[in-house]
């Protein structure tokens, strides 16, 4: 079971691994982000398969913590002032 | 009995990798930003939670099991605000270059 | 198999801190480092360093992230970020890179044979101080005096970031967190989440005695929680000439300090703890450390003052 | 060496290192009414626990020694004072008084007791300062003394832009940078070598360091990142812009002791963690770069309009000389580099320097004060208005310059006989350059000072305890020129064999 | 090849790919960020060696883990410091006339 269980982990990494063909393609921060945000729930499942795959219960409180703060980068990006529209960088 | 736990453990968790998968497509295939978010957040959510289920029956004691429905508990709730909150941001033409 | 997993992750990795020093955009640079550092999460997961990957789930993928997307938010009207220069520059700096990371690459490959750990030094004395987490051990017990060191750093860079206050708001209020627009969700998340996530700060706290787990990691959940109930406009940051919020700076460290220099009379000296006493004297510690250092981490992101102090 | 053992009087310097932790959050917690008078306690204290150590050092005639939490190294960490610790200890504690009495003009509270910010950071700084120095001079582990860099920067830089002007703000920046990469590079090292020998101790390395790649490297790393921080050419862009934008309390601090904490460093990788012999090529490429550093530095200073810019170029010149004992300490000497010319003059260089740049800088602000600007040209009358500053900052620039009596001469003249004992004549004739050069920009600015006054000049008065303050700081590095010109038993005390 | 050189290899890319930033980039934010790319990979260097370090039943040498702790935190403080320090120095007004020279916007090193 455990090795399935790893075999689990390594796909979901590889998976959400994919997703950041999307952090390069953007085209906006919004599409950046949600490749940030797919990443942290695949880290997430990944260290709950590990950690019921190695018998490593510690591990559970790491994906405790990136559960609890997968919104924060979401909450951080819409802060800003209101309606300055124009947000590129460097033209 | 524990193969019977085992069997479903595995059909769970495919099922999760399953909605991994979804999730990834549709975040690389999909047109536009709502779009792929919206396949972003249900996929990804569902496939958390399929792995968190299959995983139940293998917990070696109830806190550990608590603490996996806490962590889907965690990310249902952070994954709605977050794509919500992404959602506002690009509509207000946050997101465009 | 399992290497070829590394093999994805570092690749990952590599991607990430490419596109973190490339983007052109500095925002995507900063949403590249919060994936980076989701992804070194996993790897100290990966490496067994659990203490490790906590610290970096909860400072790379909140706390850094956070700094950096604020600081965006309030650069974007005010100045662009220049490009690179030009390429024979790229070219330059480049090979000395690559040089430097050849000669780190170089000593890696050749590791000492056996090679040295302190474990088995760390796990002898581990009885005398009582406590089954051996990071915790070496945090508070051998080498205490960095991580007293440290926490005197943390003040330092708060009186820093509060020295940056012009003259006239000296005292006041930071800078209002709230996001640009208020949102219903954010609001709901800000009411329901900070109750959940004060009980995993002290409770990453408490375990970190014994298991993974401990002060920073804890006090960076909590400081998170803060951060998110002032963004979400529940609550403004506090004034800064507030002696309370003060004294909760200063009351981890101060504690650390005398508990220290009580070991001259009540152990064998600085830093020592009493035989049979050093558990409850180092979790006491650690929760006065753990609320000082969620103070300290709110208010460095949340930055000088910028309002007058009230009447 | 011997293993570490707690010494009679160890205890003497963990009280160096937390009376400063304890001031600096005294006033942080009680609010500003009390800064001064906690500022103030807190340096008398700290001054006679460091003339305590130093005497100690000397009655016993051996390292004082502390291990923290009775934990043996490697494991635990110790704090050691040898002579040349104990050296720099009251070096740093009566300099960081006269800064404290210098400062108590500018850095007051106001009389209705509200805060503000300009004290209330300057004092907590200050100490912050000086408890990380302390730590430098101390400690015997790699790792706490990143801790202790880290400790020194996070001081250092809002010192530097406490006036929160843009031009200010900018160089704090840049100092920033440069000094957040340095550490970077010097905890790069540190990682290396844990990896290869699994210790931190100095002491401990000091036996086991073996002369191979792994080594080479994290020293490599750890030595420019230190280079970065001790702003040698061409690793000094950071550092004019910021010793010259800070208030003159704060530029004599950052000028005479935070430059100086690298360099301690560098020498103790150089001679106590290096496995000698060490290649005679690293050694001459620091001394070329020291050599750069006179020379270059030098003649920027002579270019500047603005007397603190001066100072501050002055200051990375007179950090080149530091660098160049590495080659004059090689071969025999290299074994017991303490006993040697070089290494001795090196160190009273250091020492000298100290005292005669924060006299300078200090002076500088007084007349500044005075004259309401700081521009070399225009300094005519200085000399009638505050004649008490404008000697100290001469008799100071006799210690830049080399010239006898001062502290710089024998200091300077220590190097230029090591430098010819061991053949190194390009090494001896950028000293006598560097002399020259030093002589050219401060009899620029005392002549200046002489001249007659422009017209109408209207000059503020300057309090007297202010002026004896920096005087008190140019006789010092005066004073230190009637030292014999040899190696000081002192200085060797704790560092193997004994003298 | 152990997992822990594998790392090790990346440590050594990711302070090279860092460095590359913090000399180049023009800006002050992405040299903080290049910062900390710098630190991320120093970090790696003491999990290894943490990683290498597993015995006596340990999973790995707590000593160099307590120091990446530190690390973090001291590097958090800095990014926190210089994102402050950068934020007031662009909204602070136009440059003063008397100051020091005018520096360059390249703070590169």
């Known amino acids: 079971m455990a090795e399935f269980l790893f075999a689990a982990a390594a796909i979901v990494l590889v998976l959400t691994g994919l997703g950041l063909a999307r952090m390069l393609w953007g085209p906006s921060p919004a599409d950046r982000m949600m490749a940030a945000q797919l990443l942290g729930t695949g880290g997430g499942a990944i260290a709950v398969l590990v950690a019921i795959a190695g018998d490593m219960t510690a591990v559970l409180d790491i994906a405790l913590t990136l559960a609890l703060l997968a919104a924060f980068a979401a909450v951080a990006l819409t802060l800003g002032e209101p309606g300055s529209k124009r947000r590129g960088g460097e033209e | 009995m524990s193969l019977l736990l085992d069997l479903f453990t595995i059909v769970a968790v495919s099922g999760g990798l399953f909605f991994f998968l979804a999730g990834t497509v549709g975040l690389l295939r999909f047109p536009d930003t709502l779009t792929r978010l919206h396949a ?29 429905v806490a962590i889907w508990a965690l990310v249902q709730l952070g994954g709605a605000t977050a794509s919500q909150l992404i959602a506002e941001f690009a509509r207000r033409g946050g997101g465009e270059r | 198999m399992s290497l070829a997993v590394d093999l994805v992750m570092v690749l990952l990795i590599l991607t990430a801190a490419v596109w973190t020093i490339l983007a052109r955009d500095r925002r995507d640079a900063v949403i590249a480092f919060i994936v980076l550092g989701l992804l070194l999460s996993l790897v100290w997961m990966r490496l067994l360093a659990v203490d490790v990957a906590l610290t970096e789930a909860a400072v790379g993928g909140g706390a850094t992230g956070l700094v950096l997307l604020r600081a965006c938010a309030r650069l974007l009207p005010v100045e662009a970020d220049g ?229 | 060496m011997m293993p570490y053992a707690t010494t009679p009087g160890g205890w003497m310097l963990v009280l160096a290192l937390m009376l400063p932790v304890v001031g600096m959050l005294g006033i942080f917690a009680l609010g500003l009414r009390h800064a001064e008078r906690i500022a103030h306690a807190t340096l008398l204290a700290g001054l006679a626990v460091a003339l305590a150590i130093a005497v100690e050092v000397g009655r016993s005639g051996q390292a004082v020694t502390y291990l923290i939490g009775g934990w043996r190294p490697p494991l635990g960490i110790a704090l050691q004072a040898d002579g040349l610790s104990a050296v720099l200890m009251v070096m740093t504690s009566v300099i960081l008084c006269s800064v404290g009495v210098f400062a108590r003009g500018s ?331 030093a002589a050219t920009y401060v009899f620029r600015v005392v002549g200046s000072a002489l001249a007659q006054p422009r017209a109408g000049l209207v000059m503020k008065a300057v309090p007297l305890n202010r002026e004896l303050a920096v005087l008190t700081l140019a006789l010092i590095a005066v004073a230190l020129g009637f030292l014999p010109l040899q190696p000081l038993d002192y200085l060797g005390i704790g560092r193997g064999g004994m003298p | 090849m152990t997992p822990a050189t594998l790392y090790g290899l990346c440590a050594a890319a990711l302070v090279a790919i860092g460095l590359f930033g913090l000399i180049l980039h023009p800006s002050p934010l992405r040299k903080v960020i290049s910062f900390n790319l710098v630190g991320s990979g120093t970090f790696l260097f003491f999990g290894v060696a943490a990683r290498r370090g597993a015995v006596a039943g340990f999973l790995g040498d707590p000593v160099p883990q307590a120091m990446v702790i530190t690390g973090i935190v001291v590097a958090f403080a800095a990014t926190a410091l210089a994102v402050a320090l950068l934020l007031r120095m662009l909204e602070s007004g136009a440059p003063t006339v008397d100051g020091p020279p005018e520096q360059p916007d390249d703070l590169s090193p």
Not at chain 4, 193 to 202: K, S
Request: charged share 10%.
């Open chain 3, 83 to 311: 490009a690179l220069p030009g390429l024979r520059l790229q070219v330059a700096v480049g090979v000395l890179c690559a040089v430097v990371g050849a000669c780190l690459a170089a000593v890696i490959l050749s590791p000492p044979e056996p090679a040295p750990s302190l474990a088995p030094a760390v796990a002898a004395h581990m009885e005398d101080v009582g406590l089954k987490n051996p990071v915790t051990v070496v945090l508070l017990a051998y080498r205490a005096l960095d991580t007293l060191l440290e926490k005197v750093v943390l003040v330092l860079g708060l009186i820093g970031v509060w020295a940056l206050a012009p003259d006239l708001f000296w005292g006041g209020r930071p800078a209002s967190l709230r996001a640009a627009v208020p949102s219903g969700t954010l609001t709901f998340l800000a009411r329901v989440l900070p109750p959940i996530g004060v009980l995993i700060g002290i409770y990453l706290v408490w375990n970190g005695a014994d298991h993974p787990g401990g002060t920073f990691q804890g006090g960076t959940v909590l400081a998170a929680m803060w951060l998110l109930v002032m963004m979400a406009d529940l609550g403004d940051p506090p004034e800064t000439r507030a002696l309370r919020l003060r004294r909760l700076v200063a009351v981890g460290p101060a504690l650390f300090i005398a508990v220290g220099l009580a070991g001259f009379g009540m152990a064998d000296g600085f830093l020592s703890y009493p035989p049979g006493y050093a558990k409850p004297i180092i979790v006491a510690v650690e929760v006065a450390l753990a609320l000082s250092i969620a103070v300290i981490l709110g208010l460095m992101v949340a930055g000088p003052a910028a309002k007058e102090p009230d009447q």
């Open chain 4, 107 to 437: 850095f007051s509270s106001p009389p209705d007791g509200a805060e503000v910010r300009r004290p209330f950071v300057f004092w907590t700084l200050l100490l912050g300062l000086w408890s990380a120095l302390n730590t430098v001079w101390l400690a015997q582990d790699l790792f706490s003394l990143f801790v202790a860099l880290e400790l020194l920067t996070f001081s250092a830089v809002p010192l530097v832009c406490l006036d929160g002007s843009r031009d200010t703000l900018r160089a704090a920046l840049r100092y920033l940078l440069f000094a957040l990469a340095g550490s970077v590079f010097y905890l790069m090292g540190t990682g290396l070598i844990y990896g290869a020998y699994g210790t931190m101790d100095i002491a401990s390395l000091h036996q086991v360091a073996r002369a191979d790649w792994a080594t080479s490297v994290a020293l490599g790393l750890m030595i420019v990142g230190l280079m970065a921080k001790a702003a040698l050419f061409p690793l000094h862009l950071w550092l004019p812009p910021a010793h010259a934008g800070a208030p003159a309390a704060a530029s004599a601090v950052l000028s005479a002791l935070v430059v100086k904490a690298p360099f301690i460093l560098i020498l103790r990788l150089w001679f106590d963690v290096a496995p000698q012999p060490l290649p005679a090529a690293a050694g001459a490429m620091l001394a070329g770069l020291g050599a750069a550093s006179i020379l270059f530095c030098s003649i920027m200073a002579l270019r500047q309009a603005r007397l603190k810019l001066m100072i501050a170029y002055s200051t990375v010149a007179q950090v080149g000389y530091l660098f160049l004992v590495f080659p004059l300490v090689m071969g025999s000497a290299a074994e017991m580099p303490w006993d040697s010319v070089g290494w001795t003059g090196g160190v009273l260089q250091l020492v000298s320097h100290a005292f005669a740049k924060a006299a300078m800088f200090l002076a500088a602000g007084l007349i500044a004060e005075a004259l309401g600007h700081d521009r070399i040209a225009d300094l005519g009358g200085a000399a009638k208005g505050v004649p008490v500053t404008v000697a100290a900052f001469a008799l100071a620039g006799l210690s830049l310059m080399g010239l006898p009596p001062a502290g710089g001469f024998i200091s300077k003249l220590m190097l230029l006989t090591a430098a010819v004992e061991t053949a190194n004549w390009w090494i001896a004739a950028t000293i006598l350059a560097g002399g020259i050069l």
């Open chain 2, 40 to 68: 972003l957040t249900k996929a990804d959510n569902l496939g958390l939670g399929l792995i968190v289920l299959g995983l139940l029956p293998q917990c070696p004691d109830i806190v550990s099991a608590l603490k996996l």
